[in-house]
């Protein structure tokens, strides 16, 4: 098994910037790809981005180019760089890791944008 924590979400104004961090307990090489979702009030949760182990990404078309997400295996953490925010990427944000045992899930971090 493994434990996920995000961190780093907190209140900010649109076109502001954000960086969120998901702390994995033991090392990234056991998790085959770590992907960020997101989950507004009243709406169903949705992917955000992924990382594989290699280091690859793919985004949603909605963050594309102005969310980057990144990993530091020394630390076992990754990270999701969100720029440009807007008041519709209001959320709570979740990560995920998907391994041969399972998907685990961190408990998120709230992220709001003001107008």
């Known amino acids: 098994q493994v434990q996920l924590v995000e961190s780093g979400g907190g209140l900010v104004q649109a076109g502001g910037s954000l960086r969120l961090s998901c702390a994995v307990s033991?090392?990234?090489?056991?998790?085959?790809?770590v992907r960020w979702h997101r989950q507004a009030p009243e709406k169903q949760r949705e992917w955000v981005a992924i990382?594989?182990?290699?280091?690859?990404?793919d985004y949603a078309d909605s963050v594309k180019g102005r969310f980057t997400c990144s990993r530091d295996n020394a630390k076992s953490t990754v990270y999701l760089q969100m720029n440009s925010l807007k008041p519709e990427d209001t959320a709570v944000y979740y990560c995920?890791?998907?391994?041969?045992?399972?998907?685990?899930w961190g408990q998120g971090t709230q992220v709001t944008v003001s107008s």
């Open positions: 995920s890791a998907a391994m041969d045992s399972g998907t685990y």
């Open positions: 033991g090392s990234l090489s056991r998790i085959n790809v």
């Open positions: 990382i594989t182990r290699g280091g690859s990404t």
